[in-house]
């Protein structure tokens, strides 16, 4: 099924949701699209891809409140009498990466040398007069839940369900964005792109490997990452060795990048 027909599956459903419908747990289960017995799926607007872009940032799955920004989204704008492709693609801008991982993820693409590669003063710009230059996505692009919890990555590989996602949705837009930087926030989601480099569906030098998890609890591996913190400072819990190893094999990897 073409991610055009998806949305118009649900494009009713959507729109006719009350205005309370986040309080179910995880989403309402009229947009249920499949799961198992340990994994929900639910449909979000997540569809559009932006086929011109030249660096994809890559999530793990649309989280709970990431998902919900996208339906409201989407059914303001079906409700505003806009038309189902605008709607989708509106939903799917509006939630995309926000927050403080926002900045940490600048400041990580900003210090192995992106902004550069692109042109930029620095890729903040990704998010304002330049979103023409990413595409917002995750490997498993509809959103997938462990009973009301959001997924963490765990154990994505070895589930048959998930696995299907990935090869499905994920790697059509990898074949999308033949010449795109891929950029996988966190292990979890640099093995489901190793995953697909080892299948034809992804070249490997595609993926901007190295960086760590942009999260505001990943503060002190950022900091020691960027150079901000001293590796005498460092506590107990950071390896300081792997960071230096990422940070050198992400900076050659931009450094090669044909931009």
Not at 111 to 139: C, I, M
Request: with cysteine; net charge neutral; glycine share 8%.
């Amino acid at each position: 099924m073409s991610t055009t027909d998806l949305f118009h599956r649900y494009a009713a459903t959507i729109a006719n949701l009350p205005s309370n419908f986040d309080i179910e747990q995880p989403l309402p289960a009229s947009l249920r699209i499949t799961g198992d017995a340990r994994h929900g799926i639910y449909y979000a607007p997540f569809d559009h891809v932006n086929t011109g872009a030249k660096v994809a940032l890559v999530g793990i799955t649309p989280g709970r409140v990431q998902a919900i920004e996208a339906i409201r989204t989407a059914a303001r704008c079906l409700q505003d009498g806009l038309g189902e492709a605008e709607a989708r693609d509106r939903a799917k801008t509006a939630a995309s990466f926000a927050g403080p991982m926002r900045s940490n993820l600048v400041n990580l693409l900003d210090h192995v040398g992106l902004a550069e590669r692109l042109g930029l003063q620095s890729t903040a710009e990704l998010w304002t007069n330049r979103t023409d230059l990413v595409h917002f996505t995750s490997a498993l692009r509809y959103s997938v839940f462990e009973g009301a919890k959001n997924f963490s990555g765990s154990g994505l590989l070895r589930s048959p369900l998930l696995r299907e996602q990935l090869e499905t949705w994920f790697a059509s837009e990898c074949e999308a964005l033949p010449n795109a930087l891929f950029v996988p926030l966190g292990s979890a989601v640099e093995a489901a792109c190793q995953h697909l480099v080892s299948l034809g569906r992804l070249d490997g030098q595609q993926v901007l490997s190295g960086l760590p998890h942009p999260s505001g609890a990943n503060a002190e591996r950022i900091a020691y990452f960027l150079g901000r913190k001293a590796r005498g400072l460092l506590s107990s819990k950071t390896r300081p060795e792997p960071l230096d190893a990422g940070r050198e094999r992400a900076t050659a990897i931009v450094a090669a990048w044909n931009a």
